[in-house]
């Protein structure tokens, strides 16, 4: 890899043997621990200066964690634990229930609770978000090497964490102020699949399933990760009806429902466990995982001799805990967006590219996306054939079957593409090592140098920029461009010091805005909103979007009706550009050429501001 890499063990190292696989070759002191913390601290030092500006003004980059802020605050000023509902969100409709987790809320108020009479609440929150996200990065890198050194090849735990600090898909959900849950995910998904290493075991598997619902909890995104290490299981013991398989699948099915109950009352509370949402951990996903429970224990209970019979039983239990989820609620059937406006997908679910397919970001980002998973894919495929011993290879299918779900899922959702890295890991860094070792016995220097180099590309980053460049030289489609880049988020939204002070001085109203702009606002000033991009606020969302694309007189009445007093927009943000772009005779085109409708009146803002404010006018 890189001359960051530990040093080889004496005897290693410039004799041009190679350290057998089941051995580390490296320093007595460098244990994978110790890397893990080292190459993560010097990481997130360097990430804490490179964002310091951000930091210091508070620029929150995803519109998620500034909301996750407001869901904080609110905790910590006396709202009730198990009331998650935003009341500053849609208040004509009562304010909008939220999906969200307070497992997620927990360290980040506890943090800021312990550091207030010390700081004061804007400096402990500004701590507090720089840094828990490398904390729990660092919780991450931990796990990496511990999990990964359960892998016949003893080597990649101690060089696992060069490479998670070279994946960029990961390393931005872990960066200082990136506050939401997306790094969360990514940590338990590796927990599950360092239980799924583990010599097989019912404490194995216990461990896996209550990670599995903990994930469920925080997003049923997370589905899909679990689903994938619970047919693992099943197919092992399927085929192969061994007593610790069995054992391991009927403790992870246990895990999985007794842990979803658990975490589900610990943070919802009774209306949790009654509630019916297909969106998040509730009564359906409880009852089907319920069923899949019982059924895979009367299963094991029974011990049927016969594969064929025990392929059919098992796939009999999907099939129920399938059939118990849409007998719940049939709605979740169709997906949690089904019932999504049109007018709302239009304008913002569709352009929400971390939720899209991967075919619709950029053709640059596709690269980003594919080559991590397709060099650890390939790595792991060679480790498997490589395998000396059956539990060597069965330790290696492991990961090639988590990678391949894990590498499918980032193509239809962008934001999987975390976990398919995370998991890339292993396959990748086995190839690595490989090649760098390789390496190290040419005699000279040129070719030395290039294998090294190859070596190299095998690190996230490092080959998916080579990769991109070279198809850009062939395909000049495929290259960034610069213009794509986004602005600051100040600029984005048009929220600055001067402008936040401003609003903050006017008395408390609800105001309707774009989308996307919502949610700093609802972080930064007292204000309540019609909408943010959150998509239970579903009527309140194609309201705003109606309102903005629509005619201008009949956009009246929709601004009454949400009890708006105050029209704000930032005129240079995406969301506000498309809406005039595409309704050219809506309210947001008028507005951006001057010809306001009688029933506004602008509101004078600071010299230098950006942000553009309407009153609504008494009604007549």
Not at 263 to 291: E, H, I, K, N
Not at 384 to 409: N, P, Q
Not at 517 to 525: K, N
Request: charged share 15%; net charge positive.
């Amino acid at each position: 890899m890189t001359a960051a890499a530990p040093p080889l063990a004496e005897g290693a190292a410039g004799t041009g043997a190679v350290p057998e696989p089941g051995s580390s070759g490296f320093s007595p002191w460098f244990t994978p621990l110790r890397i893990a913390l080292i190459v993560w601290t010097a990481m997130s030092v360097v990430a804490v200066i490179a964002q310091w500006h951000a930091i210091q003004i508070l620029e929150l980059s995803d519109t998620d964690d500034a909301m996750r802020m407001a869901q904080v605050r609110d905790l910590l000023a006396g709202q009730g634990w198990w009331d998650l509902t935003q009341y500053r969100v849609n208040p004509a409709g009562g304010g909008v229930l939220m999906h969200w987790s307070r497992i997620v809320d927990a360290p980040i108020a506890l943090g800021i609770w312990l550091l207030k009479p010390l700081l004061g609440q804007a400096l402990a929150e500004q701590v507090v978000m720089t840094v828990w996200p490398p904390l729990l990065g660092a919780a991450l890198s931990v796990a990496c090497a511990l999990g990964y050194r359960n892998l016949p090849d003893k080597r990649i735990a101690y060089v696992a964490p060069l490479y998670l600090v070279t994946a960029g898909f990961i390393v931005v959900q872990l960066r200082p102020l990136r506050v939401d849950h997306h790094g969360w995910q990514i940590f338990l998904a590796m927990l599950i699949l360092w239980q799924a290493l583990r010599p097989a075991s019912r404490q194995a598997g216990l461990i896996a399933g209550a990670c599995g619902a903990a994930l469920l909890a925080i997003s049923i995104e997370g589905l899909p990760v679990v689903a994938l290490f619970a047919g693992l299981c099943a197919l092992r013991w399927a085929l192969h009806a061994r007593a610790d398989d069995r054992t391991r699948l009927t403790g992870y099915m246990a895990g999985l429902a007794g842990g979803a109950l658990f975490f589900q009352f610990l943070t919802r509370g009774p209306m949790g466990l009654a509630g019916r949402w297909c969106d998040s951990l509730s009564a359906p996903y409880l009852g089907a995982f319920a069923v899949a429970a019982v059924a895979v224990l009367a299963i094991a209970a029974v011990d049927p001799a016969r594969r064929w019979v025990r392929f059919a039983a098992l796939g009999g239990a999907g099939v129920l805990a399938a059939a118990a989820l849409v007998a719940i609620e049939p709605l979740c059937a169709a997906g949690p967006f089904a019932t999504l406006d049109p007018i709302v997908v239009h304008y913002w679910y569709r352009n929400v590219l971390e939720g899209q397919p991967v075919w619709a970001s950029p053709p640059h980002t596709i690269f980003f996306v594919v080559v991590p998973w397709a060099v650890g894919l390939i790595g792991s495929l060679l480790a498997w054939r490589a395998g000396k011993a059956d539990e060597d290879r069965r330790a290696w299918t492991t990961v090639i079957v988590a990678l391949a779900g894990a590498s499918a899922l980032s193509l239809l959702v962008l934001r999987s593409a975390g976990t398919a890295h995370l998991f890339a890991i292993p396959g990748s860094a086995w190839l690595g090592l490989r090649g760098w070792l390789r390496a190290r016995q040419i005699a000279a220097l040129l070719p030395r140098v290039i294998a090294s180099a190859l070596a190299a590309l095998t690190l996230p980053m490092l080959g998916s920029l080579a990769v991109a460049g070279l198809a850009g030289l062939v395909f000049p489609a495929v290259k960034a461009d610069p213009r794509a880049v986004d602005a600051s988020v100040a600029k984005r939204t048009c929220v600055d010091p001067s402008t936040i002070a401003a609003l903050n001085h006017m008395p408390k109203a609800t105001l309707l805005t774009p989308i996307d702009l919502g949610a700093p606002l609802i972080f930064w000033t007292h204000h309540a909103m019609v909408a943010t991009p959150h998509h239970r606020n579903k009527e309140a969302m194609a309201d705003t979007l109606r309102v903005f694309t629509g005619d201008p007189a009949k956009a009246e009445a929709l601004v009454r009706k949400q009890q708006a007093s105050l029209i704000v927009y930032c005129a240079g943000a995406n969301d506000f550009t498309r809406y005039r772009r595409e309704a050219k005779q809506g309210l947001a085109a008028q507005l951006y050429a001057g010809k306001a409708p009688g029933w506004l009146e602008p509101v004078a803002m600071p010299a230098g501001s950006s942000l553009a404010v309407w009153r609504v006018k008494p009604a007549s």
